[in-house]
């Protein structure tokens, strides 16, 4: 069976940086802990004024068809995922093609596009579509470019207003991909649920505390339906675990329940439990009030050994060093955290190839996938060709009254005219409105 998956990975950034402990918490009156210790968040990447989700997602692809060497007439299919749409008909993919076609000779017009929405997951979902129609022998040698670019903003003073962010990633789907295999195996979990939403508006309404829930629950449904097929998981089995990051506290979280599950009835619970005990079983106790109470304080307990902090700092915490620095970037969350986690494997100079990861995916609404990625030979080449930190370096900084006007810039209810802070170079950029209304983009030598 020929093996499908990720042969190239691009990150494109806002333009822009709010640096939260030191610009966002004074201006708020704040203390800066509550965003780096508690959400584990130092910045966001904000889009300058002629950057959003289509010069984003298109300067990130463009990137991967340099790199990869590729042409129009390589490319099957442009599928973009994104929670930020600003046409309900149109979709996003259209203006990307549209914009590459300014590059390059020849066209898109035979490639399949598309739009996925599901919240945060429908990155992952049209990755799943793009190994699909690989698998099937439809894609006829051609590759799959799957785009996840959102700007991932909330109103002001709202709670989630810290985790905002913005950028695209760009991945290139192939057969005997370079980068990672994706399991045929998948688990789901998904429900009717209403924790994060935006009916017919911008920016989301959201129940944070429910909205928490219902990501944990999800993601256990997922992980068990995933064993149901794959087999059971077990801590030793990955060397990363990346999770959907709309902050990393959150990641802490779910983290800390899927090693509780992974261990149980193996010889790390046996291990553990002459120091807090063996899990407590439902079949132990008269109510379910009185196991939960007993679950939450062997988590309590849990997270405080040795075994689990170094399971962690090992497999989760590195997934998460990108996001750090850039904030939520909805869709393309988890593919930061891949990322993320490749990176630190280069950095160390680790030995991945062959080793798995187990990719945990999330999207409010909602619904969990997880699968499992096998690290290929070529890795090492695409994380060094990757550029994000020279991104991160590069980003103007803003001042907290600057942010307020490229909040502005950005809210489609407020007509603001906003000078660019940052000076395009070789890259899409937004261009001004149509006879129709629509969005138009050119480049910039």
């Given amino acids: 069976m020929t093996a499908v998956g990720i042969d190239a990975i691009e ?58 060497g590729l042409t129009p007439e390589d490319v099957g299919r442009i599928d973009v995922a994104t929670e930020s749409a600003f046409d309900n008909s149109k979709p996003v993919s259209t203006y990307v093609a549209g914009c590459l076609e300014q590059v390059y000779d020849g066209d898109f017009h035979h490639a399949n596009k598309g739009e996925r929405k599901f919240a945060c997951v429908a990155a992952t979902q049209a990755v799943d579509d793009a190994y699909n129609w690989i698998r099937a022998g439809r894609n006829r040698g051609k590759a799959a470019i799957v785009i996840a670019t959102d700007t991932a903003l909330y109103a002001r003073d709202d709670p ?27 688990g789901y979990g998904s429900a009717d649920e209403t924790d994060f939403l935006k009916p017919q508006q911008q920016f989301p309404s959201v129940d944070g505390k429910r909205s928490m829930q219902v990501y944990l629950a999800r993601m256990r449904e997922a992980v068990e339906d ?13 060397a990363y675990i990346p999770y959907h990051t709309p902050f990393p506290g959150m990641v802490r ?24 005990g063996r899990q407590p079983r439902r079949e132990a106790f ?27 700092a090992a497999t989760v915490e590195p997934t998460l060093e990108i996001s750090r620095k850039v904030g939520n970037w909805y869709t393309g969350s988890v593919h930061i955290a891949r990322a993320s986690a490749l990176r630190d494997a280069y950095d160390k100079d680790l030995d ?3 080793q798995r990861m187990l990719v945990g995916s999330y999207g409010s609404g909602a619904q ?58 070789s890259e899409f950029v937004f261009d001004g409105w149509g006879r129709m209304g629509e969005r138009q983009y050119r480049y910039v030598e």
Wanted: aromatic share 8%; hydrophobic share 35%; net charge negative.
């Fill in 11 to 68: 990150i494109r950034t806002g333009r822009l940086k709010l640096d939260l402990p030191n610009t966002f918490a004074p201006a708020q009156g704040e203390d800066p802990e509550k965003y780096t210790k508690g959400l584990g968040l130092h910045a966001s990447s904000f889009p300058d004024s002629y950057e959003d989700i289509v010069t984003m997602g298109a300067n990130a692809a463009h990137r991967l068809m340099e790199r990869k």
């Fill in 160 to 186: 989630g207003e810290a985790t905002q962010g913005a950028g695209a990633v760009a991945m290139l789907i192939t057969e005997d991909p370079s980068l990672v295999e994706i399991s045929a195996e998948q």
């Fill in 226 to 238: 995933f064993e149901s097929v794959a087999g059971a998981t077990h801590p030793d089995d990955y």
């Fill in 253 to 276: 979280k779910a983290g800390l329940l899927g090693y509780r599950h992974m261990i149980r009835d193996t010889s790390i619970e046996d291990e553990l439990a002459d120091d807090i």
């Fill in 286 to 312: 008269d109510d379910d009030e009185t196991y939960e109470e007993a679950i939450r304080d062997y988590v309590d307990a849990l997270a405080e050994t040795d075994q689990y902090k170094q399971w962690y």
């Fill in 352 to 354: 991945l190839e062959g």
């Fill in 368 to 425: 969990a996938e997880v699968h499992a990625e096998t690290v290929r030979e070529g890795w090492r080449e695409e994380v060094e060709a990757m550029n994000v930190d020279e991104q991160l370096d590069r980003r103007y900084e803003l001042s907290f009254e600057e942010y307020e006007e490229i909040h502005d810039a950005h809210n489609h209810d407020v007509d603001s005219d906003v000078e660019e802070l940052t000076t395009p170079d």
